[in-house]
């Protein structure tokens, strides 16, 4: 039966993977990634608990302000390295100039944006770039308009609408020159949509679609029903071998990374946090106990408790790639792959800990991730303490790991016994 | 020198398996460079390799491999699920060796 699945599963798999727009997707969050990174160490360093007690107010306001600069810089105008990266990205898989797909694809995206901030009181200062606009609040904007744009500017290239320099000019030139065409149709357009949407509806398009598509979606993914979906889905595809987070975070990412945002603004500004589901939630309380399904108290299981040779070698070999999240030993090894004995602690104990840990979040007794980005390698309980910046965060995981453990015990202990029953067999057999 | 190419996700869980393959192809005094990539970059390598192999997890990805191998002559698979997860160099590195 798993094996006629699996033949229906390979091939989603393959689509999904390949996708022209999700893996141009995936690459262009994967740009974001080294800079929300750089953003978060500052601000997990400015936050830290103890400072509070070391420092006066008014020098850990100044601390803060000195430091803030780099999430600001980079965090908190995430949507400009999206937009880039979309551009540059889908521009490459069409064999057009790349860097002219970026450059067009961020401009459509700020000629739609108003150099405008209204202030409480009600007056408007002219001549600046909202920064939120830049940030969580223009992401979907900013993603549509990035496939847009670029999808004009390589058909315009691709039907060769461009000047051509005569040979002997140098390249740089020539390629500037060949874009101009492509360039100046396409930012025309965004340019008249801008018109049109300000003139005639006196809105503006980042406003349309916040309300309409980016609110809706992104309320629809905080969800605690939508995630645990998520989660099922990608611990159905990895039983069958495949990569679940590939295949399901490509399509799920954009809503969890804005929620990630949201909630790094937040805390910037010292508000609540709006969302307990986000991009860290997904990365630190469904993989960041040793892995997906956070297998990790498996491992420890195994070389605590487990008799036969198969399990106590898998346990040693899985131990250290699990301390930093990596388990392809055990879904291979173990195997968990198309093991009709292992798939129902597979399926449940993950779905069981994401409800669990998304409850103690909602009655308050952990604080949720704050929205830093934690590198997925970075060890259980660290991770959870950095993403929570909160011992709190940190002890969650190690009683979601216990509750992992009890989920699992019986059904590794039935597939030790018939391991050992196995081994027993061969050796009288040799 | 036989060269070897391995791809998953990001290079990360591969990785693993390099070791393990170059020191049994050491033990039997085989010479061999062997390196791991994730899906994005293999392509860009396949001029370099003798033979690909894939992760298990990324197994979808051999239909397309295989088309893009195909220009350079030289044969992708799936590594063994069992070698994969109980990173067995012996096995994935004669593996290899059957596809070359």
Redesign the interface.
């Known amino acids: 039966m798993f094996e006629r699945l699996s033949k229906y599963l ?2 989603i ?2 689509k999904l ?2 996708n022209r727009f999700l ?1 141009v997707l995936r ?1 262009a969050f994967m740009l974001a990634f080294p800079l929300t990174i750089f953003g978060s160490i500052f601000v997990v360093l400015t936050n830290l608990p103890f400072l509070e007690k070391i420092m006066s107010a008014g020098a850990l306001a100044n601390f803060k302000d000195m430091f803030g600069i780099a999430s600001s810089a980079t965090m908190g105008i995430m949507s400009v390295f999206v937009v880039f990266g979309i551009g540059y990205y889908l521009s490459k898989s069409y064999e057009v100039e790349a860097i002219f797909g970026g450059a067009i694809s961020l401009v459509s995206f700020l000629l739609l944006t108003p150099f405008i901030v209204t202030l409480e009181g009600g007056e408007v200062v002219s001549g600046v770039i909202p920064l939120d606009r830049l940030g969580a609040k223009g992401m979907f904007l900013g993603m549509i308009t990035a496939f847009l744009a670029t999808e004009i500017y390589r058909r315009i290239v691709q039907k060769n609408i461009t000047i051509k320099m005569p040979p002997g000019v140098p390249s740089a030139v020539a390629k500037s020159f060949a874009a101009l065409i492509p360039a100046i149709i396409t930012l025309t357009v965004f340019l008249m949509i801008n018109v049109l949407v300000t003139q005639l509806f006196n809105t503006n398009l980042h406003d349309i679609i916040y309300n309409a598509i980016q609110a809706p979606l992104v309320g629809l993914g905080s969800g605690i029903v939508p995630t645990l979906v998520a989660v099922f889905f990608i611990q159905i595809f ?1 039983f069958f ?3 679940g987070q ?1 295949i399901i975070n490509s399509v799920m990412d954009p809503i969890w990374n804005t929620l990630m945002i949201e909630n790094y603004e937040a805390y910037q500004a010292g508000a609540a946090l709006p969302h307990i589901i986000s991009k860290p939630f997904m990365e630190i309380y469904t993989v960041g106990m040793g892995g997906t399904g956070m297998t990790l108290v498996v491992v420890f299981a195994m070389l605590a408790f487990m008799k036969s040779r198969q399990l106590k ?2 346990g040693k ?1 899985a131990v250290g ?1 699990g301390l930093f999240n ?1 388990n ?8 968990i ?1 198309m093991n009709p004995i292992v798939i129902v602690p597979w399926i449940i104990a993950p779905m069981v800990v994401t409800l669990v840990s998304y409850f103690a979040m909602s009655i308050g007794l952990v604080p949720p991730p704050t929205g830093v980005a934690i590198p997925w ?1 970075v060890p259980f309980f660290i991770n959870g303490i950095m993403a929570t910046n909160s011992l709190a965060g940190g002890i969650l995981q190690l009683v979601n790991m216990v509750i992992v453990g009890l989920i699992w015990f019986p059904f590794l202990k039935t597939l030790d016994k018939t391991n050992l029953m196995k081994e027993k067999e061969a050796e009288k057999a040799a | 020198m036989k060269k070897i190419l391995l791809a ?2 990001s290079g ?2 591969t990785s ?1 398996l390099v070791t393990k393959m170059e020191e049994y192809a050491a033990s039997i005094g085989d010479e061999v460079k062997i390196w791991a990539v994730g ?2 970059q293999a392509k860009k390598e396949f001029a370099n390799a003798d033979v690909v192999l894939i ?7 051999k ?2 491999f295989q088309k893009e191998a195909e220009q350079y002559g030289i044969k992708v698979e799936v590594i063994d ?2 070698a ?4 067995d160099g012996k096995k994935a590195y004669e593996q290899a060796l059957s596809l070359m």
């Open positions: 390979v091939p798999a393959g993977n390949n893996s690459d990895w071998g495949l990569h590939i070698q898998v070999l790639p990596v392809e030993p055990v879904i291979f090894g173990l195997p792959v390698t | 998953c996700s990360m869980s693993l899906q994005d992760g298990p997890q990324m197994s979808f990805l239909g397309e699920m069992m994969y997860g109980m990173a």
